[in-house]
């Protein structure tokens, strides 16, 4: 998260650091802002509450003591105390850049750009009204197509999962989406648009990955300014993402797979065989929680095997899973720890290294078959 404003040209870092330097609320236009952007009023009554990022019951406290939003969390620093603005907790909540966030709490002109662009900035938004995020959300999702067989999405995914079995999901379709950045629409790409379901079963959000329109990769998107760009992003938030996942497949026997990523569990799903679901950071990992009425009873969490952070010498995906297996045991769920073999990566990253092998050296017509148990994805 680009929080501190690294990778800004210099003309936008200074002028985000003026804006963020000037800016001023009162106290009941903070609480209002940070709930326009789906910050709970229950975190913002002054008392010990859940933490809007990372959860708990009485984690975090919003105290606006120096007036500029301020709150303390005992755990949003991987698991030690952070405190910051209002801002930053709008930031971190929304998984933005604080230049972005500034751009829109702005609302007026955007800073100076070296380069220009030939396509209008769309009209300035001052916040995000919930009814004009559904009606975006769900024109997006109807426009996209379901995924069929040889299609662009699948296309993409049999690339960074070789040899994947999975099948189309009721929860991925495929688009043409605009790549908007900095207010401004940069050009269509095609992408997958993928549908994150709170436990009750709202959308949470839709995520989209950007797709190259001619070779199964993720897009190459830069910036005016040269600044290449993310290919993987939430929309705009409908409800608060904690609790939620992408739900790529049907629970099998009253079991289901959690990891992070999208192409991760697919990976982890041609390793086990089992049905996975994605949760698209390790934050929202740690939060899942079992949707009632799917008879779920095993839980399978899929760890990213990430490199220690040298602040907490935790690995951070590894920690993330401890975080949710514990909570589920507490729940009474049966939970299955899955850790890929080498640090540094996750499970798409083992399938694919062990499908190449496995290609490379057995002949052809005769492949292995990994997946212990076939799960369908309908
Ligand atoms: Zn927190």
Not at 18 to 27: D, G, V
Request: with cysteine.
């Amino acid at each position: 998260m680009s929080t501190s404003g690294r990778g800004l040209s210099p003309e936008k870092y200074e002028w985000l650091q003026r804006k963020l330097k000037e800016f001023a609320l009162s106290p009941e236009a903070w609480i209002s802002t940070l709930m326009s952007y789906g910050i709970s009023g229950d975190c913002l009554t002054g008392r010990a509450s859940a933490c809007p990022v990372c959860g708990g019951d009485d984690r975090f406290t919003y105290d606006n003591k120096s007036g500029r939003g301020d709150w303390i969390c005992r755990k949003c620093n991987d698991g030690y105390p952070m405190a910051g603005d209002g801002l930053q907790l709008i930031a971190r909540a929304n998984r933005m850049g604080l230049y972005r966030l500034m751009c829109q709490l702005d609302g007026g002109s955007p800073p100076p750009s070296r380069a220009r662009v030939s396509t209008p900035a769309p009209a300035p938004k001052r916040k995000a009204d919930p009814a004009f995020v559904a009606r975006r959300l769900d024109g997006m999702w109807s426009d996209a197509r379901p995924q069929a067989v040889g299609d662009l999405s699948m296309r993409y995914l049999q690339e960074r999962v070789p040899g994947l079995t999975a099948g189309s999901s009721p929860s991925l379709r495929l688009g043409m989406l605009e790549y908007r950045h900095e207010k401004k629409v940069l050009g269509e790409w095609p992408g997958i648009v993928a549908r994150f379901e709170l436990p009750e079963g709202r959308l949470g959000t839709l995520h989209r990955t950007f797709l190259d329109p001619v070779k199964p990769a993720k897009a190459t998107i830069v910036s005016p300014d040269g600044e290449l760009l993310d290919a993987k992003l939430n929309d705009m938030t409908l409800n608060p993402l904690a609790g939620g996942a992408v739900r790529l497949m049907s629970p099998v026997d009253g079991e289901i797979g959690v990891g992070e990523g999208l192409e991760t569990v697919y990976g982890a799903f041609m390793e086990t065989g089992v049905p996975a679901w994605y949760c698209l950071n390790r934050v929202l990992l740690s939060r899942f929680v079992v949707p009632d009425g799917l008879g779920i009873k095993v839980v399978h969490i899929f760890m990213d095997f990430d490199h220690v952070d040298l602040k907490t010498r935790q690995s951070p995906g590894v920690s993330a899973g401890m975080v949710l297996a514990k909570r589920l045991r507490e729940q009474g769920y049966t939970v299955v720890l899955h850790r890929p073999r080498q640090r540094g990566t996750d499970f798409a990253d083992q399938w694919r290294s062990r499908w190449i092998a496995a290609h490379e050296s057995a002949p052809l017509g005769r492949r292995p078959a990994y997946a212990s148990r076939v799960a369908l994805a309908i």
